[in-house]
């Protein structure tokens, strides 16, 4: 399947809203240790709120769960959204958190959301608290996350981890961001250039965790139409250009990226668009173009565009993000853009170049000064 359909696949699952892709546990697990290996207490003694969590279906519930001790949470609270989406040909059975009561029969398929919840109490006694301790009740809500009821949870909360709906990531991100918390979301990588999300991007009030292998991301899409994505097994998609959005500190973002000067790459770069050839400037911008991530010149001091996909090896300390593509959204290129050119993307010797982040070293501003 090529770039582009891919893409449109992943537009047809924003515009049906019918976008539930659940993450795998190994995903979960290396994301979380990298937060823990940064600052080992990073969750201790935090409320961790996991909205849009089934655990039915998700395995954020199961995880923190599993973990509850080993990071010393205080809470943890999980919520799901319910809109009576069981498909008819499911046959229905309790599950580890259900019931088989007969009370509860009428409302097997309730358009009523549900809150999990687990605190220090050991219920079942043995020992231990985790997964077997988790008590749930139904929302008097659909346990929408915009609801009064899950944003009193949010306020409750210190921390907010989840993959939220693709179509609703812009609204997710609103609300987290409204309550001041800390939290680490899944979403494309689409939505780093989008307008509400860049300018928290460039202010670092949000940046990319340490990312799924080979920026591809697997997911467990029990509603999901197998033409949005690549069908990799049973029930499990596979989706490119997937990352975490955070602003829980990990390691990754502060190494330093080991760059060759601009000769150095005119020589030796492996890009032929680099090497015997060097850097070209925009037509309509005051920056240079590069090509890839790898190909950027240590001794630049102008302003450069490079792929989105450098935000993965973004450091704060080595660079600064003075903009971005204007067609991603007015003003993002901070004076760039020569608006009388006509055309809002990039422009290399007549060519338009696919979105750009526009960056510059950060020695730039100590030699200006």
Same mark, same amino acid.
């Given at each position: 399947?090529?770039?582009?359909?891919?893409?449109?696949?992943?537009?047809? $699952? *924003?515009? $049906?809203? /019918?976008?539930?892709?659940?993450?795998?546990?190994?995903?979960?697990?290396?994301?979380?240790?990298?937060?823990?290996?940064?600052?080992?207490?990073?969750? *201790?003694?935090?409320?961790?709120?996991?909205?849009?969590?089934? #655990?039915?279906?998700?395995?954020?519930?199961?995880?923190? @769960?599993?973990?509850?001790?080993?990071?010393?949470?205080?809470?943890?609270?999980?919520?799901?959204?319910? @809109?009576?989406?069981?498909?008819?040909?499911?046959?229905?059975?309790?599950?580890?958190?259900?019931?088989?009561?007969?009370?509860?029969?009428?409302?097997?398929?309730?358009?009523?959301?549900?809150?999990?919840?687990?605190?220090?109490?050991?219920?079942?006694?043995?020992?231990?608290?985790?997964?077997?301790?988790?008590?749930?009740?139904?929302? &008097? =809500?659909?346990? +929408?996350?915009?609801?009064?009821?899950?944003?009193?949870? %949010? +306020?409750?909360?210190?921390?907010?981890?989840?993959?939220?709906?693709?179509?609703?990531? &812009?609204?997710?991100?609103?609300?987290?961001?409204?309550?001041?918390? %800390?939290?680490?979301?899944?979403?494309?990588? /689409?939505?780093?250039?989008?307008?509400?999300?860049?300018?928290?991007?460039?202010?670092?009030?949000?940046?990319?965790?340490?990312?799924?292998?080979?920026?591809?991301?697997?997911?467990?899409?029990?509603?999901?139409?197998?033409?949005?994505?690549?069908?990799?097994?049973?029930?499990?998609?596979?989706?490119?250009?997937?990352?975490?959005?955070? /602003?829980? +500190?990990?390691?990754?973002?502060?190494?330093?990226?080991?760059?060759?000067?601009?000769?150095?790459?005119?020589?030796?770069?492996?890009?032929?668009?680099?090497?015997?050839?060097?850097?070209?400037?925009?037509? /309509?911008?005051?920056?240079?173009?590069?090509?890839?991530?790898?190909?950027?010149? !240590?001794?630049?001091?102008?302003?450069?565009?490079?792929?989105?996909?450098?935000?993965?090896?973004?450091? #704060?300390?080595?660079?600064?993000?003075?903009? $971005?593509?204007?067609?991603?959204?007015?003003?993002?290129?901070? =004076?760039?853009?020569?608006?009388?050119?006509?055309?809002?993307?990039?422009?290399? +010797?007549?060519? %338009?170049?696919?979105?750009?982040?526009?960056?510059?070293? *950060?020695?730039?501003?100590?030699?200006? !000064?």
């Amino acid at each position: 399947m090529t770039e582009q359909a891919k893409n449109s696949n992943l537009s047809a $699952a *924003r515009k $049906a809203k /019918n976008d539930e892709f659940y993450t795998q546990w190994s995903d979960i697990e290396r994301e979380m240790n990298a937060y823990l290996e940064f600052d080992p207490e990073v969750f *201790r003694d935090k409320v961790v709120l996991l909205p849009c969590d089934d #655990p039915e279906w998700s395995n954020f519930t199961k995880y923190f @769960a599993l973990h509850f001790s080993d990071f010393g949470l205080k809470k943890l609270i999980s919520t799901s959204y319910a @809109a009576d989406r069981k498909p008819p040909e499911i046959v229905y059975q309790p599950t580890l958190f259900e019931t088989s009561d007969p009370q509860y029969d009428s409302q097997k398929t309730s358009t009523h959301g549900k809150k999990y919840v687990l605190e220090r109490r050991d219920l079942n006694s043995d020992g231990i608290v985790n997964i077997e301790d988790l008590q749930w009740e139904y929302l &008097q =809500g659909d346990g +929408d996350f915009r609801s009064n009821e899950v944003t009193a949870l %949010r +306020d409750e909360a210190d921390i907010i981890i989840t993959n939220p709906p693709f179509s609703l990531f &812009q609204d997710f991100v609103k609300w987290i961001m409204a309550g001041k918390k %800390r939290f680490a979301i899944v979403g494309h990588q /689409n939505a780093i250039t989008y307008k509400d999300t860049f300018p928290l991007i460039q202010s670092n009030q949000i940046w990319l965790g340490k990312g799924f292998p080979r920026n591809m991301a697997h997911f467990n899409a029990p509603y999901a139409p197998s033409q949005w994505t690549e069908q990799e097994g049973e029930g499990i998609v596979r989706v490119s250009g997937v990352q975490w959005y955070t /602003n829980l +500190d990990h390691g990754r973002r502060h190494e330093p990226m080991q760059l060759m000067t601009a000769a150095d790459n005119f020589k030796f770069s492996k890009h032929s668009s680099v090497r015997g050839i060097g850097y070209r400037k925009y037509d /309509n911008y005051d920056a240079i173009e590069i090509p890839r991530s790898d190909a950027i010149p !240590s001794d630049e001091d102008g302003a450069m565009g490079v792929p989105i996909t450098f935000m993965n090896k973004y450091n #704060p300390e080595q660079f600064e993000i003075v903009g $971005a593509s204007e067609s991603e959204g007015k003003g993002f290129s901070n =004076g760039l853009w020569d608006s009388e050119h006509g055309v809002a993307q990039p422009v290399v +010797d007549g060519s %338009r170049v696919y979105k750009r982040i526009f960056i510059r070293h *950060r020695r730039a501003e100590t030699k200006e !000064s």
